[in-house]
């Protein structure tokens, strides 16, 4: 029996070259061997990021909330896709922004707490990374299902951007300094994947 998907679509204000699909109180805070694939990763469970092309703006966004996984993968209009495994500790799974109000989309996480997959699906990233943009010029299509956890399944791989950020996990991670030269007051944080990738 075909399975009738729930679905929604909008616009999702991007910060910090990012959005999150998270629950509550998350930081959207990263780092970059997190950047693996170019495309999606997870911090904490409850806490997954989309990282984008633009710096800045909004990007339209497709749900697809089903029971099942899908019976095909959906590449050829697509620049990125990548399926990834999340968590939802409480269940409640949104798609958040880093600094901004959330959009009325939908929980994620229908079946309640437990491991999902996402397929993410993304293209335009191209085509002003670093920008800020006033009309949306990427899109992503996000597919959720309930499955165990298992290792990222990259299905495509195009993009200047994901090579980018795919090169920025690669840099060697600075070493730190010993305890007796840190200094008295610890530095500020910052929200987001903020480092800007190499071109």
Known sequence: MHEQAKSASGLVSVE???????????SGRSAPEHYANGLVFTTTPGETVILTGIASGDVTVNLEIRRQPPDTVDLDPWDEVVDHSLVAPIGEVRVLC????????????????????????ARGRDTAPDGVTFEPVEEYHLTV????AAPDHVHKQTDSVGASWRRAAQRPTPQSPPPDALPSTPPAKSSGPHPPPER
């Open 16 to 26: 910090y070259r990012s959005f999150l699909l998270a629950e509550p109180g998350t």
């Open 145 to 148: 299902w309930p499955a165990p």
């Open 98 to 121: 880093v600094d901004d109000v959330p959009p009325d989309f939908p929980v994620l996480s229908q079946q309640g707490p437990g491991s999902y997959r996402v397929r993410v699906h």
